[in-house]
């Protein structure tokens, strides 16, 4: 069923969407932080996941100008549900800007740090659907991701 199936593309969709996410929760929160060390974390991570945003929409445009279109599907409808599923409610599970507004910062770091951690997960899961040049780049994001990660709990556990 090809329906039960997505490619690069999709892959892309799904990462860009994640890094919006994320840019939207970091973003709200640096304009909300009385701490100013909290208000520069913040910043520096919405501005990283925008940077991880246009990352992956220029290897969209580059695919695109190729005309990949079929390239690199997974079939494997489990694999897909579960990558699928840990986009929608677990890395930066969608949240309207009033909600957003509303968290407490140990709620947002919380969030946050569990959203950086589905995040490392997520793209360790699509290294393997991916070229070498896409893998290069889940790789260098992996690690950003994980610098994100000690970031936020650095600062947790300093509170």
Known sequence: MLKNKFNVFEMLEMAKEIENRGYRL??????????QKLKDLFNKLANDEQDHYNTFDELEKK????EEKDYSYLEDVKVNDYLKNLVEYEVFPKGE?????EMETEEVLDKAIKSEKDSILLYQEL????????????????KEE???????VNYKREM
Do not use: C, F, G, Q
Not at 63 to 66: G, H, L, N, P, S
């Open 63 to 66: 695919y695109k100008e190729k």
């Open 146 to 152: 994980k610098e994100h990660y000690v970031s936020l």
């Open 26 to 35: 970091y973003s709200t929160h640096a304009k909300l932080a009385k701490d």
């Open 127 to 142: 290294v393997p659907y991916n070229n070498e040049e896409t893998k290069e780049i889940l790789y260098r994001l992996i």
């Open 97 to 101: 800007r009033e909600e957003l507004k």
